[in-house]
């Protein structure tokens, strides 16, 4: 039996099992067993936040609370239970979102201390606003009735077992499409995954607002199990334990999320008769998980589970053609045959930027043709890397104008210019390391792949027919670039040269008509950089995009560029053909030196 095969029938008999417990187990056992349920639709959505995002939420506790407490408050105010619930579900995913916001600007450290605040707040307020929650005393709710006849807390096993099945299968649905690899990408390189057409701010704040819903979810449904609350559900220590389970099990993997939250939960059964060390056998285990196993119990079998994975890459390999009409529209669709024959001039008019006192681009202005190749040179700290920069919004230049064609570019943020057929590459490497080789190409697909938050949870035949398509054009995309590995694999496994050309085949899966490369030749040797050559042309050639090259190859960038414009301390002191920068005086003092020279004008990067 097969990888995927012998997943599969193991969910379906662990379903079973959970369908048939209440006909088999004890009361008490199948109280644990509703916790244990109740605890995993907490750490899926802290999963979801600190394990795909790479947030930090010490605060967990809170929103279980807040949802638990708005059940309560509602329906002692005359609600039914079936209305309160749900109503303090998206009060959680509100205040969630709220949380979400500091995340846009702080460190991980001053995040964590946020949320741990948020929780402690919480709990004091629940403690001391006593005519609203009756304080340490706690509140009582009425059995929650259906069709009219009051339930058993037993009863409730049922709603959150659809509950925790529900919330595991709209997770997987997230995880494993666009929004899924969003989060994930933010995670890895927030500014790669920014150029790309992620918004930061959209998803970070969707990451809290959807984690906070599951926990939501989960307090809710634990007050209709016990019928009461107090304080003393929601002090830190549970917040830490939440964190502890989604480590132990597998702070990445919604499996580790089960695993992790069923071991932790059922652990205590097995520890009775040391209950008063209940928190510190909790922190020694968060501990030697975070020193010694990292990545969880899940993460032990990864590559054993990944190998059972493989994706094939396409037979013609690297001969096979690029998906059809590559040059993306302003519209984000694919344009017709006519398309390349209206591409636009990239203009950059006089942009300055300094750092402090330091001028790393003094006026700087020149203009890119369509359908052409054009150089980039200077020595180091010349203001090459700050002009791709500034000319991709991750900078703000200090004045000057950059338009490409009618869009003017220093209107637009970032995450924007993806839409616009605006892509590149980074001096320093950005892949997404975590990612396999295929997620991080569909990543470049992200401003145009239409599967919505609200499509991948539903899983709509829409957003599955999408999602193959897109999967089937990364394929090409890899194969474009020459890539004959394992798609299913992680990037970071890999070695230089091939993770350079899988954040080429990236940039590409925007279907650019502006491609920005930043010394892609940086790190390879001479064959491979022969390689990257014959690329580029067919990137220009069979794309129709337009290439900004920056390198330090000389040969590279004087066998392929139709102009080369050179820059040296901020300011443009060249530009022209190869032949005319190669002679050019200013050119050959400043940076070319006359070893540098290439034997000819013209030809191949040989």
Known sequence: MTGP?????????????????????PPYHHYVLTLILLNVITVVGLALVMGFTGLVSLGHA??????????????????????????GVLLSGCIGYLIGLPALRLQPLYL?????????????????????????????????ALAGRPLAPEDLYWP???????????????????????????????VAAMTLGVSARAYKTLAFALSAIYAGSAGGLYVGVVRYINPDNFPFHVSLLYVTMAVVGGMGSLAGAVVGATMLTGLPELLRGFVEYRELIGGVLLLAFLVFVPHGLVG????????????????????????????????????????????????????????GGVVA????????????????????????????????????????????????LLSCPADRLAALGIARTFQNLEVFPRLTVLENVLVGMHARLPVTMTSAVLGTPASRRAEAEARAEALRWLAFVGFQGDPAVPVGTLPFARQRAIELARALAVRPRL???????????????????????????????????????????????ETVTVLDHGIKIAEGSPLEVRRHPEVIRAYLGPSELPATASGGAT
């Not at 990864?302 to 037979?315: E, K, L, Q, T």
């Not at 129709?544 to 000389?554: E, F, K, N, R, S």
Request: hydrophobic fraction near 50%.
């Open 112 to 144: 964590a201390t946020v949320t741990w605040g948020f929780g402690q707040s919480v709990w004091l307020i629940a403690l001391n606003w006593v005519s609203l929650t009756n304080g340490q005393n706690g509140l009582k709710m009425a059995a929650p």
């Open 62 to 87: 809170g929103f279980v609370a807040i949802g638990a407490y708005a059940t309560v408050l509602l329906t002692r105010a005359g609600l039914s239970y079936w209305m309160a619930l749900p109503a």
């Open 515 to 561: 491609l920005l490369l930043d010394e892609p030749s940086a790190g390879l040797t001479f064959g491979e950089v022969e390689e990257l050559a014959r690329v580029i042309r067919r990137i220009r050639d069979e794309l129709g995009t337009t290439v900004i090259l920056v390198a330090h190859t000389m040969r590279l960038v004087f066998g392929l560029c």
């Open 361 to 408: 681009l003094d006026q700087v202005s020149l203009v890119v043709a369509p359908h052409t190749i054009h150089g980039l040179i200077g020595p180091n700290g010349s203001g090459k890397t700050t002009l791709f920069n500034v000319v991709t919004r991750l900078e703000e230049p200090d004045g000057g104008a950059i338009t490409l064609g009618e869009h003017d």
């Open 5 to 25: 095969a012998a997943a599969r029938l193991a969910l379906l008999l662990t379903l079973g099992a959970l369908l048939l417990a209440p006909l088999w187990l």
């Open 160 to 190: 959150v077992l659809a509950v925790a099945v529900g919330g595991l299968l709209a997770a997987y649905r997230v995880t494993k499409t666009r929004p899924g690899r969003a989060l994930m990408a933010l995670r890895e390189s927030e």
């Open 300 to 355: 032990i079998f990864g590559p054993r589970i990944r190998a059972s994975h493989r994706v094939p890459m396409p037979p013609q390999a690297a001969g096979v053609p690029a998906p059809s009409g590559p040059v993306a529209s302003g519209d984000g669709r694919s344009p017709g045959p006519g398309t390349a024959a209206r591409a636009e001039w990239l203009r950059i008019t006089e942009v300055t930027k300094t750092f």
